[in-house]
Structures are given as structure tokens and as C-alpha cells.
T-cell receptor
């Protein structure tokens, strides 16, 4: 099984709706990184979580790391077309951030 | 520049040829990473540098792959005798340091390598 599993694999939501993407690790997470990927733009760093129970927000995107530090969720409120893209979670399971393991991504489409 | 810069952005090469991919990290970032993203797959870690040294080369897929970093800045990923399975987007990232709390890694736009 995958060390890091992301769900769902793809998501289509209507503009204005909320959505959640999950990232589950089979190992303890020393750091959990969320990125967004758009074609031709590389990976855009969204936020990083390190402490169990930590929650960070940026504009309409909120990410949480659960207390046991093995699962993170990314929540988008009132989605917009600009939120469309592929969301990737990257996990530091070694404690040094030297080798992140990435999920396979969640492809988000936002319809009008 | 302000971000991680990779060149070329696209590279088409014939099977068996050698290619060099370049990464210019953000100025002052001591840590540099190379990843590969193949079609339909997630990101695969290749190698990282702390300064000019690469302590862990276990992610390199074969001995045809090598990477170096000079002056704690620019890094080059070299693929010798390219094969069709090497076709992928090669992403470079850099971060301030591996061993502080500020380890956000910023990615370049990638080099799309196509081996024909």
C-alpha cells in the first residue's frame, strides 16, 4: 500500500461550494506540506503543518493536522474557478524534511 | 530571480543521448531537491543537496542518473543514455535549510523531458 494516500483522486464542485481533500500517512508525520499544481506553473507552496492539532488558514483555504499526526485535511470554503488545479500533499516522515513523500494528488475542477 | 528557475522548460531528446537539466535555487537556500513526476504518477524523490553535498542518493533510479551542485547554488541533473521511461517532468525545489523549522520548499516550474 502507498505510504501516503490522498483522497479523493478527483473532485468536481460547483462554484461557491465547500470541499475537503484528505491526506493519510501510514507513518508519523514530522511535517505535512500542501502544494497546488497548475500546468506550466510548477508547484505552488500553500502551507506547512508540523504540530499535532495545528491548523493554518490562507484566504479561503484551511489545512489541519490531526492530533496523532498521521492525517491532514485541506478545506476550501466557497470554491472559485481559481481554485482549480491539482492539490498535492507532501509528507516528511523522517524528521529532516530531506525527502518528502508525495501523494498522487487530487484534481479539482470548479464549475460555474 | 525571486523563485526557483529551471532550464530548459522543455527538452526533446533521442533515445541514447545524454541530457543535462539545470536548477537555479532561490538565493540563500542551502537545501535543494530534485523530484520526478511521470505521467499519471505522483512525485518521486530523486536526490537532495545540503550545501554541495548529497548524503542520500538512493532515490536516483539508475546509475545513468547523476547530480551535482556547485558553490552551494546551481545544480545539474544529468541523465546519460536516455531511455523512453525517463520521459517525465523533472522538478527542482529549494528551501532555506533542512534542519530548522522553516523548511518550506519552493518548486520550480519543471523541465518536461521527452525521450523519442
Amino acid at each position: 500500500s502507498q505510504e501516503l494516500e490522498q483522497s479523493p483522486q478527483s473532485l468536481i464542485v460547483q462554484e461557491g461550494k465547500n470541499l475537503t481533500i484528505n491526506c493519510t500517512s501510514s507513518k508519523t508525520l514530522y511535517g505535512l506540506y500542501w502544494y497546488k499544481q497548475k500546468y506550466g506553473e510548477g508547484l505552488i507552496f500553500l502551507m506547512m503543518l508540523q504540530k499535532g492539532g495545528e491548523e493554518k488558514s490562507h484566504e479561503k483555504i484551511t489545512a489541519k493536522l490531526d492530533e496523532k499526526k498521521q492525517q491532514s485535511s485541506l478545506h476550501i470554503t466557497a470554491s472559485q474557478p481559481s481554485h482549480a488545479g491539482i492539490y498535492l500533499c507532501g509528507a516528511d516522515t523522517h524528521g529532516t524534511a530531506s525527502k518528502l513523500t508525495f501523494g498522487t494528488g487530487t484534481r479539482l475542477q470548479v464549475t460555474l | 530571480g525571486a523563485g526557483v528557475s529551471q532550464s530548459p522548460s522543455n527538452k526533446v531528446t533521442e533515445k541514447g543521448k545524454d541530457v543535462e537539466l539545470r536548477c537555479d535555487p532561490i538565493s540563500g537556500h542551502t537545501a535543494l531537491y530534485w523530484y520526478r513526476q511521470s505521467l499519471g504518477q505522483g512525485l518521486e524523490f530523486l536526490i537532495y543537496f545540503q550545501g554541495n553535498s548529497a548524503p542520500d542518493k538512493s532515490g536516483l533510479p539508475s546509475d545513468r542518473f547523476s547530480a551535482e551542485r556547485t558553490g552551494g547554488s546551481v545544480s545539474t541533473l544529468t541523465i546519460q543514455r536516455t531511455q523512453q521511461e525517463d520521459s517525465a517532468v523533472y522538478l527542482c525545489a529549494s528551501s532555506l535549510s533542512l534542519f530548522t523549522g522553516n523548511t518550506e520548499a519552493f518548486f520550480g516550474q519543471g523541465t518536461r523531458l521527452t525521450v523519442v
